[in-house]
Nanobody, 123 residues
Framework: QVQLVESGGGLAQAGGSLRLACAAS????????MGWYRQAPGKQRELVAAIGRGAMTNYADSVKGRFAISRENAKNMVFLQMNSLKAEDTAVYYC?????????????????WGQGTQVTVSS
């Protein structure tokens, strides 16, 4: 079984910073793209940032210059450094990863999600 576990959410003041972390565990052979999504109340889930195995990154326009995504391949982890936070960044943040996992009789590639971590920014 593959699991993604997020940590680091919480409450921050506008202009402050938070750092999210996500660790993947299980019978993992390789992890391709890892990313962070968020979903605010009454809104659709949206991509915040993504990073490929070779460290190529992609950001939503709303977070460019404020957020930075990184990964540590040896530990199957992805991070999101969030600076200059705004009230509109308030949402549940989800980790996502494209993972090839299994055992030697069955290997499959799937998209996995974490359980989500709440980020609340007070103005």
């Amino acid at each position: 079984q593959v699991q993604l576990v997020e940590s680091g959410g919480g409450l921050a003041q506008a202009g402050g910073s938070l750092r999210l972390a996500c660790a993947a565990s299980g019978s993992i052979f390789s992890i391709n793209v890892m990313g962070w999504y968020r979903q605010a109340p009454g809104k659709q889930r949206e991509l915040v940032a993504a990073i490929g195995r070779g460290a190529m990154t992609n950001y939503a326009d709303s977070v460019k210059g404020r957020f930075a995504i990184s990964r540590e391949n040896a530990k199957n982890m992805v991070f999101l450094q969030m600076n200059s936070l705004k009230a509109e960044d308030t949402a549940v943040y989800y980790c996502n990863a494209d993972i090839t996992a299994g055992n030697y009789s069955l290997v499959k590639r799937e998209s996995y999600w974490g359980q989500g971590t709440q980020v609340t920014v007070s103005s």
